[in-house]
Structure formats: C-alpha cells, structure tokens
C-alpha cells in the first residue's frame, strides 16, 4: 500500500503563527514525498482540529499523520490517541515541535524561523513515512509485594496494602518489629508513650492473614521487573524465593554515633538522645542538671544536612525532664533551631515556657565538656547574646546526631538498580512530583530510608508508596509503550556497553544457540524493564540494538533531509 501523510500545522494562537508564516508552511508541506493532504489550524488540539484529523484519516485515506505544533510532552498522547479513535496505529504518529524548537527561540527572526519549521516538517515527513506499526506491550503483574524494613514506615505500607486484599511479604533484619521506634520512650508533639502507638500496629501486623513476616531475614538478590520479581531471601540459615509484583524499601536509617565528639565515649554521662531515651526511660531521678547539644555531626563539610527533626527531639527529652522536675536546669545548646509548621513552632513555645533555656553556640567556639574521672561535670559554652562564656553544670550531656543512611543501602542499591544520593540516602525519581517512587517500574520507597523523617511523615509515605504499589496490582497487568529497544542477535558483537550504561538495568545476557551444540552470549532487553532512553543504541558500536521509533534509518531520513 502507498504512503499517504497527513500534515496538520498548528498556530498554537499566536504562540507559532505570531512568528512562523503558518500558512506559508502548509503550502510548502504539500510538496513534500507522499504527503496527500495539509491544512494549518488555529489550535490543532481543539475538538475541530482533532476530529479534522480523524475525518481526514478516513476520506484521504491516511495511514500516516505529522502534527507540527507545540510540545510532545503534553500533547502527543492526546494526538496518538486520537489518531487510533480514527483506526490508525499511534506509532505512526510523528510530532513536530514546532513551538520550542522554533517559534519559541527565533521570535525576533521570523523569516528564519518559516524557513526552520519548513525543514523540521520535512525531517518529520521523512521519518514518519519509514515509521512501521506496532502495539503497546502487557506484562501480568502479580498481587503481592515485598516490603524490606519493619518500622513505622513498612508496617504502615503493609498494613494498607494487605487491607486492599493484597499479599505482604515484610522482611525485616532484626528478631523484632518496629524499627528505632522501639527505642524512642514517648513521641512528640503528644508526648504519648510509644509502645501506645508502635504495638497495636505491631499486632495488626502480626495477625493479618494477608501478611507472613520473616524476622532476622536478608535479602539476597532481587530479578525480575515490575509484576514478576524474585528475591532470594535468607533466613533460619536457608535460602528461599519470593514472587512478587511490587517492591517498598523502607529500610529506615540509623541515629549517627558521635565518635570522638563533645567526650562521648570518654565520659559515661555522655549520651546520645536515642541512648537517652533508651537509659531513662522517663525515671529522670538524679538528673538536676541537663545539657543537650544540637547539630552534634550535622550540618558539617562532612554532614551537610539538616537532621530535621532532632530539634524537637530535643525539645521533647528537655520538656520532659522539665516536666517530671520543674526545678530542673535543662539547656539547649543550639545553632538554630529548626521548628518548622505550626506544631513544631507551638511546642518550641511550650518548650521556652516550661523554661527549657535555649543557648546559641557557632561551629568557630564549640561546646567544651569537661569531666572528672569518666563523669562530666562542666560545659562551657560561648554565649554570643552575652558576649560571654558560661559554665554550665551537667549531670548528663545529651548530643543530639542526625540519622544516617542504613547500612546495607548501597548493597540494595546495587541489587535493586536503585539509585542513592551523596549522603547514602535513597533517591525517588523526582523530589517534587514523584516523592515515593523510584525511576525503576514498581519499586518504591518510604520513611527515613529516604531522608531523615518523623513518624507522621513516614506513616504518610508509607500510605503513598502502598498506594501507589496497590495501582498496577489492581490493574493486574501494565501496560507500556513499544517505543524500547530491541538486539538484533546476528549483529551483536557482546561487547557488553549496552548492559554496563542501561540505567534502568533493563539488558542482561542470554544464550542463544547457532549450533545444535553451540551456543553464543548475546544482549538481550527485558521489554518489561525498557524505558526507550536510547542509551543502548547510541552507544551500540555494532548498530545492533535499535529503537523503535528511533532506529538509525529513521535517524538517518531525517538527518538527510535537512540538508536537502
Ligand atoms: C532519638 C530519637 C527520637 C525520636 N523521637 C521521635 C518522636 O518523638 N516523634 C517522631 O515522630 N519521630 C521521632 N523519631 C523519628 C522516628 O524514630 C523515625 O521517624 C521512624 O522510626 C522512622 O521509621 P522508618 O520505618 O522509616 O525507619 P526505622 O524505624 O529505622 O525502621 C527501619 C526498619 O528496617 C529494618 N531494616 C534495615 N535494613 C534492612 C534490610 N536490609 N533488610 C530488612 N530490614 C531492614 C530495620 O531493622 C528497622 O526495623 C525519633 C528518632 C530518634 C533517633
């Protein structure tokens, strides 16, 4: 059957036809190999100029349709679509931008810019008519999920899901649930006792028939792809295999331990808060003089992040103390405190009048602890309101340290192809707009694995990575689009560059037999892990992985037609 194109050009209002000659464009277009029909419309995305397309696709009879207009982004979905409304496969759908690449960078030289987006017309006239149909690929996805971390943030994903009629598999590394919360004695801004909080959850969890926990459970190594991972597991000294559809990395993080700082270590009144809490468990006796130092390892060259809430947690331990003994001195020793939203602000109010003193000290004149034996005794502080150092009496000294990244996250890294960030911290696919997702299909993330986060947080996170994990289980299947690459076996040199720069890890090896007796090693993609980046085929010295919609002869038409 002969090619027959149509070309649809768009104003986008003044945004293209207030500099480009629009009409002047269509005209020309209609010179161009087997393009059978053009028009220019005001906005080609409006109701007209869509069903423009689709009644254009019945009576000229086209099996191939360029839009030039303004963004793919946003609007090549909504062409595609409608061009399989008119009974024409989306993939051989071409999209032109003539707004970004054109209108948009040349408004002050009109007359180049009509020539430009005549020769961007005629690249995407030369690609569109080498473009071969194709369908949307469909890969089963089963109902269950693994969840690797058993704090607040995995239990509260565990619990969503397996009330959704979801199966759980939760691993967790140590012979208990709960995570650092079972060491934290009351929570802020309520101060509750944390077991009120921690253990009905726990129990939940512990009962729910939709849930098997492994205690003292290691992952070992995860294959697969969204729908259909399997992860080797050990436990009770054995190994064994999950199957699983979707994955939560909520592995948490752990407080840092500060070694060699403010005589932990030398002094056994030296406690981090974690260490505090842990100790005291809200019997204070014996403590009628309390300092606590913030920013203890953070915010450092080596450290440059804000723990976020070890402020409040300090204030937490501080008006506690004040609580159970209001003639007890407890100070702050801060560099700025960070108390952020209206709860935070308000208890570091209640804080100030419960008469928790609150003393700045800068990184130049640190805290000095001074000691006899392995007591500490002194802090002496510079107080820059003042002007002057103070020497201040302390039965304990409390360092408040950040949370640092667990310590298995670069191993997970590696196994699950999930990236970490320069702290050691996971890093979701986009901080603003997708916050729980990772860039690999199906797997995500929650809690303080993230980032250093309160409860309240990571419950949230915990829900939104459940939820978000819930979608394609519920779908049963997901659906991806064909634009991925594909290794041509007889070409393929196995090189392995392709399998080394996936991002997505989405190349692997396989075996493929030339012989009755022989086999040979080539690149093979996952379809169900391929995300199109083209990465593979870029750097193929073989040309032996191609990508659909993008493979070198289609490259190549558009390359010559520019210099037609
Ligand atoms: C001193 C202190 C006081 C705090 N006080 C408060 C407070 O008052 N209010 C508040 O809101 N927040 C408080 N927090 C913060 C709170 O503890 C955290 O927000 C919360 O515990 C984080 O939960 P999580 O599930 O993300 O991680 P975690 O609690 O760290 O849980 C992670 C779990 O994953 C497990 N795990 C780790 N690696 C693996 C692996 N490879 N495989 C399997 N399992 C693994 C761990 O053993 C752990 O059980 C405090 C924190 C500290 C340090």
């Known amino acids: 059957m002969s090619i027959r194109i149509g070309v649809f050009i768009c104003h986008c209002g003044t ?6 000659n629009v009409p002047e464009v269509v005209k020309y277009a209609a010179t161009l190999p087997d393009v059978v029909h053009t028009e220019g419309n005001l906005y080609t995305c409006s109701e007209d100029g869509l069903s423009s397309i689709r009644n254009q696709i019945e009576e000229q ?14 609007h090549e979905p909504l062409f595609k679509k409608n061009c399989e409304l008119a009974g024409l496969n989306k993939y051989l759908f071409e999209f032109v931008n003539l707004r970004e690449h054109c209108s948009w960078v040349h408004m002050t030289q009109q007359d180049d810019a009509t020539d430009k987006a005549k020769d961007l017309v005629r690249m995407g006239v030369a690609k569109v008519s080498l473009l071969t149909p194709a369908e949307d690929l469909s890969t089963e996805v089963l109902p269950s999920s693994l969840i690797i971390g058993g704090g607040i943030s995995g239990l509260s994903a565990a619990l969503t899901l397996a009330n959704q009629g979801y199966h759980v598999e939760l691993l967790e590394k140590r012979d208990r649930l709960g995570g650092l919360l079972r060491d934290v004695n009351r929570v802020f801004p309520s101060n509750v006792p944390t077991s009120d909080l921690i253990d009905p959850l726990i129990n939940t969890v512990l009962k729910h028939n939709n849930i098997r926990v492994h205690f003292q459970a290691e992952l070992i190594d995860v294959k697969g792809f969204i729908g259909n991972f399997t992860a080797t597991i050990k436990e009770n000294d054995g190994t064994g295999e999950l199957k699983i559809g979707t994955i939560i990395v909520a592995v948490g993080a752990n407080e840092l331990k500060p070694e060699g700082m403010f005589g932990y270590h030398l002094f ?3 406690m981090t808060q974690l260490e505090f809490e842990q100790q005291y468990r809200g019997d204070y006796s ?3 003089d309390v300092v606590m130092i913030n920013c203890v390892g953070a915010r450092t060259d080596d450290m440059p992040y804000c723990g976020r809430f070890c402020c409040i947690t300090a204030m937490k331990n501080a008006i506690l103390l004040k609580e159970a003994d209001p003639e007890a001195e407890v100070t702050i020793l801060q560099r700025d405190i960070m ?6 602000e308000e208890y570091y109010q209640e804080a100030m009048q419960v008469g928790v003193r609150f003393v700045r000290y800068t990184v130049d004149r640190l805290p000095e602890i001074n000691g006899v034996g392995n007591e500490a005794n002194k802090v002496r502080v510079y107080h820059e309101l003042m002007g002057r150092e103070l020497e ?3 039965d304990a000294v409390i360092l408040t340290t950040p949370l640092v990244p667990a310590e298995d996250n670069q191993t997970l890294s590696r196994m699950m192809k999930i990236p970490v960030g320069n702290e050691g911290f996971f890093m979701e696919a986009h901080q603003k707009l997708r916050p729980v997702e990772f860039p690999a299909d199906g797997i995500f993330i929650a809690g303080c694995a993230r980032y250093p986060t309160e409860i309240v947080e990571c419950i949230s996170q915990g829900y939104a990575a459940a939820a978000k994990a ?23 040199s196995a090189c392995g560059r392709c399998v080394e720069i996936c991002p997505f890890g989405a190349i692997d090896w396989t075996d493929v037999s030339v012989s009755p007796k ?14 199109g980046c083209g990465l593979c085929a870029a750097s193929c010295l073989s040309s032996a992985v191609q990508l659909k919609g993008f493979t070198d002869e289609e490259i190549l038409a558009m390359v010559s037609a520019t210099i037609l």
């Not at 945004?15 to 480009?20: E, F, K, P, Q």
């Not at 009879?61 to 946003?74: D, G, H, K, Q």
């Not at 819930?470 to 393929?492: H, W």
Request: net charge positive; charged share 20%; glycine share 6%.
């Open 15 to 20: 945004n293209i036809g207030g500099t480009v």
């Open 61 to 74: 009879e086209l099996n191939r349709v360029v839009v030039a207009s303004c963004t793919p982004r946003t």
């Open 268 to 270: 056994k009144n030296v």
């Open 286 to 288: 014996g403590l009628k």
């Open 339 to 344: 108390a952020f939203g209206k709860v935070f």
């Open 392 to 394: 201040l009496n302390a």
């Open 470 to 492: 819930a979608a394609p289980m519920s779908q049963g299947r997901v659906v991806t689009e064909a634009l991925i690459a594909k290794v041509n076996p007889v070409m393929c």
């Open 518 to 531: 022989h086999t040979r090693r080539i690149a093979a993609v996952n379809q169900a892990e391929c995300k």
